[in-house]
């Protein structure tokens, strides 16, 4: 259920960073809070590169097109808390490709290069070739393509490769948790069978996707046993595997700290079967530390999301479905850009608000969580990864 709680203006607002936004909604399922951003007073061309309170350029959008997932992963959407009852965002809340494609317009002047398309399963959302037909149109302010790329289960991909690749995406990072059906099924919590996404990746393979990227979260005493015949299986293939630290994210998975498969603990597994040997980053702000087989057939990755935190570099921000930015993934208040997109505002007056919140940030929850918190971190407030986008 929304609850709306409204507040009396800030006076001061339009000649400072607001200590407090005129309108708060708190949605209770989602276990957030959603202010409308203030506009400041000047207004300004976007520059092409904002730089937030610790000096990290806003690079990275990640958007969200649907809650809805049609999976149950253990880890993200369990069927316990996600079942009949529970209230996804109705379709009048959510941005249509027109209001997307307006708002990537406004972090792409900002200096956002990188967008990537996730969910909940973004590939339920009816009709999303259009929308990524629109957002390749955008260009940098350097003239240059926007590097477009989409997460997803793999579900659907068998079906859709061929006209998401027709519609201009340009890369595919494919959920796959593990190669075992019986593992496969338990984790995606529907009984879905793995032969299926493994169909989807050959298929988007052969339309010219590559080189496809697979996550594999791993939890431990569910399928971690599947750290070595996962790597054994992709290894001199065209598809590179990313081992993924089991999150804290969301209130409804019940993370326990004993359940993360530490990225070392994984990097041994593997090299005491498969050699490895450490590589450079591909760019600045990378989330996966990169190995290599020293037997030269291919690389795999690892995110230490938990035991190594990289929020120093963190360029990311992301829209919920429903329009709500976030500039960190366990940021607890999010900031209601859909209100300005409805409310007549002008793109630069977007522009001006987005940016005076990029200016502000100074999050970096995984730094404060490895510093404080060993055990288990705190529940409150803490956002669905499926509302959110991962
Ligand atoms: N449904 C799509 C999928 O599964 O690829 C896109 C959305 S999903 C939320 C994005 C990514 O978040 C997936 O790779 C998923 O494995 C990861 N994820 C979800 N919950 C997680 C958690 N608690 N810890 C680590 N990764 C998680
Ligand atoms: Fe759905 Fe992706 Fe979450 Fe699994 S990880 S429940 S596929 S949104
Ligand atoms: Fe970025 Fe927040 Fe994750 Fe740190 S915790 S890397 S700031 S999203």
């Given at each position: 259920?929304?609850?709306?709680l409204?507040?009396k203006?800030?006076?001061?607002?339009?000649?400072?960073?607001?200590?407090?936004?005129?309108?708060?909604?708190?949605?209770?399922?989602?276990?957030?809070?959603?202010?409308?951003?203030?506009?400041?007073?000047?207004?300004?061309?976007?520059?092409?590169?904002?730089?937030?309170?610790?000096?990290?350029?806003?690079?990275?959008?990640?958007?969200?097109?649907?809650?809805?997932?049609?999976?149950?992963?253990?880890?993200?959407?369990?069927?316990?808390?996600?079942?009949?009852?529970?209230?996804?965002?109705?379709?009048?809340?959510?941005?249509?490709?027109?209001e997307?494609?307006?708002?990537a317009?406004?972090?792409?002047?900002?200096?956002?290069?990188?967008?990537?398309?996730?969910?909940?399963?973004?590939?339920?959302?009816?009709?999303?070739?259009?929308?990524?037909?629109?957002?390749?149109?955008?260009?940098?302010?350097?003239?240059?393509?926007?590097?477009?790329?989409?997460?997803?289960?793999?579900?659907?991909?068998?079906?859709?490769?061929?006209?998401?690749?027709d519609?201009?995406?340009?890369?595919?990072?494919?959920s796959?948790?593990s190669?075992?059906?019986?593992?496969?099924?338990?984790?995606?919590?529907?009984?879905?069978?793995?032969?299926?996404?493994?169909?989807?990746?050959?298929?988007?393979?052969?339309?010219?996707?590559?080189?496809?990227?697979?996550?594999?979260?791993?939890?431990?005493?569910?399928?971690?046993?599947?750290?070595?015949?996962?790597?054994?299986?992709?290894?001199?293939?065209?598809?590179?595997?990313?081992?993924?630290?089991?999150?804290?994210?969301?209130?409804?998975?019940?993370?326990?700290?004993?359940?993360?498969?530490?990225?070392?603990?994984?990097?041994?597994?593997?090299a005491?079967?498969?050699?490895?040997?450490?590589?450079?980053?591909?760019?600045?702000?990378?989330?996966?530390?990169?190995?290599?087989?020293?037997?030269?057939?291919?690389?795999?990755?690892?995110?230490?999301?938990?035991?190594?935190?990289?929020?120093?570099?963190?360029?990311?921000?992301?829209?919920?479905?429903?329009?709500?930015l976030?500039?960190?993934?366990?940021?607890?208040?999010?900031?209601d850009?859909?209100?300005?997109?409805?409310?007549?505002?002008?793109?630069?007056?977007?522009?001006?608000?987005?940016?005076?919140?990029?200016?502000?940030?100074t999050?970096?929850?995984?730094?404060?969580?490895?510093?404080?918190?060993?055990?288990?971190?705190?529940?409150?407030?803490?956002?669905?990864?499926?509302?959110?986008?991962?």
């Open positions: 259920m929304a609850i709306l409204y507040f203006p800030y006076a001061a607002y339009r000649t400072r960073i607001p200590a407090m936004p005129e309108k708060f909604t708190v949605r209770a399922e989602h276990g957030t809070c959603h202010a409308v951003p203030m506009i400041p007073p000047a207004i300004g061309a976007p520059l092409g590169a904002a730089s937030d309170m610790l000096a990290r350029p806003l690079q990275d959008l990640r958007i969200s097109l649907t809650d809805r997932c049609n999976f149950r992963c253990v880890y993200c959407m369990p069927e316990e808390f996600f079942n009949k009852d529970y209230e996804f965002l109705s379709r009048d809340a959510l941005l249509n490709f027109e997307i494609t307006r708002i317009r406004i972090f792409v002047a900002h200096g956002v290069r990188k967008i990537r398309l996730t969910g909940g399963e973004p590939l339920l959302r009816k009709h999303i070739e259009n929308l990524i037909e629109m957002l390749t149109q955008l260009k940098t302010p350097d003239g240059r393509d926007l590097d477009l790329a989409l997460t997803t289960n793999g579900s659907l991909l068998a079906k859709k490769a061929r006209s998401l690749k519609a201009g995406l340009q890369r595919v990072t494919v796959l948790d190669l075992d059906d019986d593992t496969f099924r338990r984790m995606n919590g529907v009984d879905f069978p793995v032969a299926q996404v493994l169909r989807g990746l050959e298929v988007a393979h052969a339309v010219g996707f590559g080189p496809i990227k697979l996550n594999m979260v791993v939890k431990r005493g569910m399928n971690d046993q599947e750290i070595v015949p996962m790597a054994r299986h992709f290894k001199g293939t065209p598809f590179i595997l990313r081992f993924i630290e089991y999150m804290d994210v969301g209130a409804s998975n019940d993370w326990k700290m004993d359940e993360v498969v530490p990225s070392s603990e994984v990097v041994e597994r593997i005491a079967h498969m050699p490895l040997e450490a590589i450079e980053p591909n760019h600045a702000g990378e989330t996966a530390e990169r190995w290599r087989y020293a037997d030269g057939s291919g690389e795999i990755g690892v995110v230490s999301s938990v035991t190594q935190s990289f929020c120093r570099d963190c360029t990311r921000a992301r829209l919920s479905t429903e329009g709500v976030y500039t960190c993934l366990f940021a607890a208040n999010g900031h850009l859909r209100a300005l997109l409805r409310g007549g505002n002008t793109d630069q007056e977007i522009a001006a608000a987005t940016s005076h919140l990029w200016r502000a940030r999050d970096r929850y995984s730094e404060l969580r490895s510093a404080s918190t060993p055990g288990t971190a705190s529940a409150a407030r803490k956002i669905e990864m499926s509302y959110i986008g991962g």
